[in-house]
């Protein structure tokens, strides 16, 4: 649906490597993260394998569970009164998901309430045949019911067709909002800009004895060819990732994840096998960095288009 090519990635790469003088350990990885944030749905080549090919199901920390693929993450969060997954992946990618829940010693027919953090296509395409296999709820915040609802079509960015299998939303989401299953509690956050509903969502996880503030985010990647201020891709986008950043840093985290496993480090941070430690996600700096690179993305794109408007 879009054309940005792997050479463009590779090209940045190059160039933050040979700036960075390639820097290692943690200042390697935060680049890293930092790079795969800029590349966040980027519809076509360059990620495009990463997004097919399965990975295996890990505990993140305490009941958060990773479920997904290699690039496309999907989470799971278990309660003694069932389940809640969070995202998809690719139409093809619901029996990969369902295995990996089952190799964790979970089911997916207990799945109870589906979300999903962006309402494009490769987050979304496997929400109606999961819904429709286990009878569990959707729920989504207003602005993505709609395209849920409609399959991408009022996508104001990609829209204009059909890209995923609609799916049915049975409870709208307001930002604030705290989802209670089991003795889950599941606070909602509003990440407006990637998509008009984007959220975040975050909890506190009991583990030996103390408390860890997780956040699965939303990040406020812009896609490339959207625009901001000039003929906006929707009306307040500008605005919408402006409040997004500024709500982003100023959260307290501890450990976070993200939509796409490449933003938040995933291949540096876990590798198959790895057992299970809750400290493996911990990463309060590395979150405060890819938000602030983003913001600074933004500045750089809001600038320029000023700059073009001022010229015409
Ligand atoms: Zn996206």
Same mark, same amino acid.
């Given at each position: 649906?879009?054309? /940005? ?8 790469? #190059? ?21 795969? *944030? ?5 519809? *076509? ?10 990975? @295996? ?9 990773? /479920? ?6 999907? &989470?799971?969060?278990?309660? $003694? ?76 960015? &990609? ?11 049975? #409870? ?31 909890? *506190? ?7 860890? #503030?997780? /956040? ?55 590798? @198959?096998?790895?057992?299970? $430690? @809750?400290?493996?996600?911990? $990463? @309060? ?11 600074? #993305? ?15």
């Amino acid at each position: 649906m879009m054309s /940005v090519q792997g050479s463009v990635l590779s090209r940045v790469v #190059r160039e933050q490597l040979v700036k960075g003088g390639y820097v290692q350990g943690k200042t390697c990885l935060r680049l890293l993260i930092i790079l795969a *944030v800029f590349c966040c749905t980027m519809p *076509v080549s360059a990620a495009r394998d990463d997004w097919a090919r399965p990975f @295996p199901g890990h505990r993140v920390i305490g009941n958060l569970y990773a /479920v997904g693929g290699y690039d496309l993450a999907v &989470f799971l969060i278990t309660t $003694d009164q069932g389940h809640i997954l969070i995202n998809t992946g690719l139409e093809d990618s619901v029996q990969m998901i369902r295995e990996n829940i089952r190799s964790l010693g979970y089911r997916m027919q207990d799945v109870r309430i589906l979300l999903s953090q962006q309402a494009h296509w490769d987050h979304t395409a496997g929400l109606a045949e999961i819904k429709k296999a286990t009878g569990a709820q959707m729920w989504a915040t207003q602005k993505d019911a709609r395209i849920l609802e409609d399959g991408g079509f009022s996508d104001p960015h &990609f829209g204009g067709q059909v890209s995923f299998k609609p799916v049915g939303v049975d #409870r709208t989401l307001t930002d604030g909002e705290v989802i209670s299953l089991g003795d889950l509690r599941l606070t909602v956050h509003e990440h407006p800009g990637h998509t008009e509903g984007s959220s975040s969502y975050s909890m *506190v996880v009991h583990e030996n004895g103390k408390d860890y #503030r997780v /956040v699965i985010a939303n990040m406020g990647t812009i896609n490339q060819g959207k625009k901001l201020l000039q003929e906006p891709t929707y009306k307040g986008v500008a605005e919408d990732f402006a409040s997004t950043y500024r709500k982003q840093k100023a959260m307290t985290v501890d450990v976070w994840v993200a939509a796409h496993g490449s933003q938040y480090g995933l291949h540096k941070k876990w590798q @198959p096998g790895q057992p299970y $430690d @809750p400290s493996t996600f911990i $990463d @309060p700096e590395g979150f405060k960095m890819a938000v602030e690179a983003l913001e600074k #993305r933004y500045a750089k794109q809001i600038k320029a288009e000023r700059i073009s408007m001022e010229s015409r």
